[in-house]
């Protein structure tokens, strides 16, 4: 069974600064998907990024970067230039490319001004 | 696009009721979820839909959860008889199909006295 574990329960940062929250994971596998999803205190989940096991280059989108080390079993997330709005749970998850999304127990974000 | 609705948002009950919970996916998505978020945790998957057929319900607790897909569309989640355990957000999910993204609805927040 695949795990998905985010050692950081809660994160703060100040407003334009940049911060990273970490995520490692344990599977065996040697295709399957990572994903970081945002979910603000309205509860609504939103994918933030997705990174494919297959691509050796880091995802980004925007803000949002990831530094993807399959060896290690790391998956971390870099907020660039952070902002009040990113203040939110963020959830790191597997996808073992068909089955069950497994997710981590989430890291606390608070973005100060 | 309309994203995925799930009603009620809030619902509270007496323990040993019952309840059932609505989830409309985005419309041409294939594959429903149903997840459960304990406060303070992250998602767990109950069960996962391919059309109207069943992938995935080895983490739903078959004595008191069941789920049903009629037509390959909607989806209800039904709890009978509830336990104080069972207080959670119920989330809905849809993809187009594993391990595409999956799009979550706001939840049902149920609490259990």
């Known amino acids: 069974a695949q795990t998905v574990t985010q050692s950081q329960p809660e994160m703060s940062v100040q407003e334009a600064e940049t911060v990273t929250l970490s995520c490692t994971y344990d599977?065996?596998?040697?295709?399957?998907?990572l994903f970081w999803y945002k979910q603000p205190p309205s509860r609504q989940m939103i994918l933030v990024i997705r990174?494919?096991?297959?691509?050796?280059q880091n995802a980004t989108e925007n803000r949002f970067s990831v530094n993807f080390q399959k060896a290690a079993k790391s998956f971390s997330l870099k907020i660039s230039d952070s902002q009040l709005g990113d203040t939110a749970m963020y959830f790191c998850?597997?996808?073992?490319?068909?089955?069950?999304?497994?997710f981590g127990g989430g890291t606390r974000l608070m973005v100060k001004p | 696009e309309a994203g995925v609705a799930q009603s009620p948002r809030y619902k509270i009950i007496e323990k040993r009721q019952s309840v059932a919970f609505w989830c409309n996916p985005i419309?041409?998505?294939?594959?429903l979820y149903w997840y459960q978020q304990i406060l303070g945790q992250g998602p767990k998957l109950l069960i996962q839909?391919?059309?109207?057929?069943?992938?995935?319900d080895s983490q739903l607790p078959k004595d008191r959860f069941s789920a049903e897909r009629l037509k390959g569309v909607d989806s209800t989640l039904k709890i009978q008889p509830a336990k104080l355990e069972d207080s959670a957000v119920y989330l809905c999910?849809?993809?187009?199909?594993?391990?595409?993204?999956?799009?979550f609805g706001p939840g049902t927040r149920l609490t259990v006295t």
């Open positions: 999910a849809s993809s187009l199909a594993p391990p595409y993204e999956q799009y």
């Open positions: 599977t065996s596998e040697n295709n399957y998907y």
């Open positions: 990174q494919e096991a297959y691509k050796q």
């Open positions: 998850a597997f996808n073992n490319a068909g089955n069950m999304l497994t």
């Open positions: 419309s041409g998505h294939a594959t």
């Open positions: 839909f391919q059309n109207n057929g069943v992938v995935d």
